[in-house]
């Protein structure tokens, strides 16, 4: 059985998507100064000059306070306590969040089980002096659920968390040079850099989405941004692949027209798996509740932006750095010449 809406998708399709790469790519290298800005500037709402004034330590300490400022951290990065609670009757998780978050400690989460009779707390670092804030979270989770228990409590230090998210940060940087020897390998040098210039482009525009819009930024979200670049990855090489058949099977052929070619000739499958991508994102959002709210955020911005930059960065990025992958560039041939024949 076809699904129905497959039919609206036309077969072939004859788009000239190299003629617009010069005006996406300005676009895009705005947004990312942009985001850059955003997450030097805690979203543009204080001076960089200021938080690194007021930061403490060695000039990297005081830069990477800075970065810090300019996320919303979850307590995954932030610090704080995490408490595990067990009820004879189920636990709603509603009230509990609703009970906690009058309480005004700071951002509060409540993860919920598999098995409805334990639940797990997290509370912010402590903004008054002794336990008066933990004190207050035990009344309020008494008070929500009937003869709770409190099992098991860890505090996360600033120290660990800070290490937690450097750490994050370079795992992505290290996905990203992965993939770019990944690619190298597998096609061309060309590929891996146009490659990377796409995976860099989709990171930094779905940081700065979180810098300056204050999404809550957590461990989950962190999952979200190696998995949009998994997926932007994976829609890059189906776009290389056919591209390099076509360069091989169109010799003559100038490299904007090839490129065209492929990318039209990989559109339907595109179109179809950013949208089911789509589709499981927003069923996320709308029904997976707090907890998985950020994390479909960033698999709803990030796969739009990871297709648009498949399209519009890596593949008309290939003539840059060559003629014709293998081959390199020779002068007023490709892109070249057709930029000195209009500007004539």
Not at 106 to 115: I, M
Not at 264 to 280: H, K
């Amino acid at each position: 059985m076809v699904w129905p809406l497959v039919k609206l998708i036309p077969k072939k399709t004859h788009f000239g998507f190299v003629r617009f790469a010069f005006f996406a790519s300005f676009a895009s290298i705005v947004l990312v100064l942009a985001s850059f800005g955003s997450m030097i500037s805690a979203g543009y709402r204080e001076s960089p000059i200021a938080l690194y004034e007021r930061a403490t330590g060695a000039p990297l300490d005081r830069l990477g306070s800075v970065l810090t400022h300019g996320f919303n951290l979850g307590i995954d990065f932030t610090g704080g306590t995490l408490m595990e609670i067990h009820a004879s009757a189920p636990i709603d998780i509603a009230r509990l969040r609703e009970e906690l978050h009058q309480l005004d400690i700071g951002e509060v989460q409540v993860q919920g089980y598999s098995d409805p009779h334990n639940a797990m707390v997290r509370l912010p670092p402590q903004q008054t002096e002794g336990d008066a804030d933990m004190r207050a979270a035990r009344r309020a989770i008494e008070e929500a659920v009937p003869g709770v228990q409190f099992g098991a409590s860890e505090a996360v230090g600033p120290k660990v968390s800070g290490e937690l998210f450097v750490n994050s940060l370079v795992s992505l940087g290290l996905a990203m040079l992965l993939v770019m020897g990944y690619i190298w390998v597998r096609f061309d040098l060309q590929f891996g850099v146009g490659a990377v210039l796409s995976l860099f482009h989709d990171a930094i525009l779905t940081l700065g989405i979180f810098s300056f819009f204050r999404i809550e930024f957590t461990l989950p979200v962190i999952a979200a941004l190696l998995t949009v670049i998994g997926y932007s990855m994976n829609d890059t090489v189906v776009v290389f692949d056919r591209m390099r058949e076509n360069f091989r099977k169109y010799k003559t052929m100038p490299p904007p027209d090839v490129i065209d070619l492929s990318i039209n000739e990989t559109l339907s499958r595109t179109l179809m798996t950013i949208g089911t991508v789509l589709l499981a994102s927003a069923a996320l959002y709308i029904w997976g509740g707090p907890t998985m709210e950020a994390f479909a955020i960033c698999m709803l911005f990030g796969t739009v932006i990871a297709t648009y930059s498949s399209i519009y960065i890596a593949a008309p990025a290939l003539p840059l750095f060559g003629d014709r992958p293998g081959r390199p560039s020779k002068p007023a041939t490709g892109m070249m010449a057709r930029g000195n024949a209009a500007s004539e």
